[in-house]
């Protein structure tokens, strides 16, 4: 099983930055795991933010492509979300998941989610 807790989320204002973070736990390698950031806007459906897989490759939504930047600690079991030039629409919760890929506990994991607010 894998627990994964978010945070970093606030109130910030338009053009503003913040870094959200999602902290895996559980007796999981990090070594097996992609992980990905969604959000969901009242009244949307859930979608993708960017990605990361296990060997650290990196893809975003053309919504936050050039703003955004995913990373991962393997050593810390923590996922990184670096947003920037924030826009109204990128308000949001925003969710942290996690896909593991073999073993017992394959199978998809989703956090509690991080309220992300962008208003002045």
């Known amino acids: 099983q894998v627990q994964l807790v978010e945070s970093g989320g606030g109130l910030v204002q338009p053009g503003g930055s913040l870094r959200l973070s999602c902290t895996a736990s559980?007796?999981?390698?990090?070594?097996?795991?992609?992980l990905a950031w969604y959000r969901q806007s009242p009244g949307k459906v859930r979608e993708f933010v960017a990605g990361i897989t296990s060997g650290g490759w990196p893809s975003y939504a053309s919504s936050v492509k050039g703003r955004s930047t995913i990373s991962r600690d393997n050593a810390k079991n923590t996922m990184y979300l670096q947003m920037s030039s924030l826009k109204s629409e990128d308000t949001a919760v925003y969710y942290c998941?996690?896909?593991?890929?073999?073993?017992?506990?394959?199978?998809?994991?989703w956090g509690q989610g991080t309220q992300v607010t962008v208003s002045s």
């Open positions: 998941n996690a896909v593991v890929t073999s073993g017992s506990s394959a199978g998809n994991y």
């Open positions: 559980g007796s999981v390698s990090p070594y097996i795991m992609d």
